[in-house]
């Protein structure tokens, strides 16, 4: 019996910081990538418009893949609507969380950089995380949405804006003290090369790649497929995109269609 693949969802390529990691920790399964690009960026969105929205596309692009697992490489997608999906899919879900944990035991000085969507620097849940894992610490969020077009444009070969870059990080060196921040957007660490460049100061850049990988691991142990040519799926035409899913293993995007 053929199994199907693990399905990679973001609302654009920012899930593709996490293909590397899932590949790594498992080189054999094959994977397939969905996005709703037609309706990039989510972190400005309204939070009922968005929830709905995730429902149909994921509902969509499981039903198109036949995945066995669905990860959910987005975190405002996963601090909206986790608990929906898992609801309404019949396919393991598995979510992503800003790495505040991580990032409040590595730092040294107690100051610590969230750098997000101004959905989730602003959502409860992302509060909570903060309460739990990092009540010593001093956090700083800072909601940085321009970053997401300019790691669009980055995997499509273009050269990020320097002066968006440079704006979108500037709150995080007001305090000398800050030296770990948080990639709390899936499309971040795609610019980690870009934004360490822009920093004045070595910072530590901490993201969720690697927990989501081991979560995955579990979930999907003995059940996803073999490893072969990647689907993906688009909810609008880009012809850049069919090169930057290229650089990740992944077939050029088939239209998916969200009722």
């Known amino acids: 019996m053929s199994l199907g693949p693990i399905l990679v969802f973001d609302s654009g390529v920012g899930g593709l910081s996490v ?7 498992l080189p ?33 692009a499981v039903a198109a893949s036949g995945c066995v697992t669905l990860v959910v490489a987005c975190n405002t997608a996963s601090t909206l609507a986790l608990d929906a999906l898992r609801s309404r899919l019949s396919v393991p ?18 100051h610590i950089g969230l750098l997000a ?11 909570r995380l903060i309460e ?18 300019e790691a669009e444009r980055w995997l499509a070969g273009e050269t990020p804006d320097a002066e968006v870059v440079r704006q979108a990080l500037a709150p995080l060196w007001e305090d000398p003290a800050l030296d770990t921040v948080v990639l709390g957007c899936t499309h971040f660490p795609l610019l980690r090369d870009v934004l360490a460049a822009a920093a004045p100061r070595e910072i530590a850049w901490v993201d969720s790649s690697e927990a989501i990988a081991r979560r995955t691991a579990q979930v999907a142990a003995g059940v996803a497929s073999h490893r072969g040519p990647g689907e993906s799926f688009a909810t609008a035409r880009d012809p850049r995109l069919a090169d930057g899913l290229a650089h990740f293993g992944f077939a050029p995007p088939q239209p998916l269609r969200v009722l």
């Not at 969507?117 to 509060?127: C, G, I, M």
Request: aromatic share 6%; glycine share 4%.
């Open 19 to 25: 293909v590397a990691a899932l590949r790594h920790r």
């Open 93 to 110: 879900v598995v979510g992503t969380v800003p790495a505040i944990k991580p990032a409040a035991a590595l730092s040294r000085s107690g």
């Open 117 to 127: 969507t101004s959905a989730t620097v602003a959502r409860p849940y992302t509060l």
């Open 132 to 149: 739990t894992f990092a009540a010593h610490c001093r956090v700083t969020r800072v909601a940085a949405d321009a970053l997401v077009r």
């Open 28 to 60: 054999e399964a094959a994977l397939a990538y969905a996005c709703d690009n037609a309706m990039l960026p989510y972190g400005v969105r309204e939070d009922g418009w968005l929830v709905r929205r995730i429902l149909a596309v994921c509902e969509a």
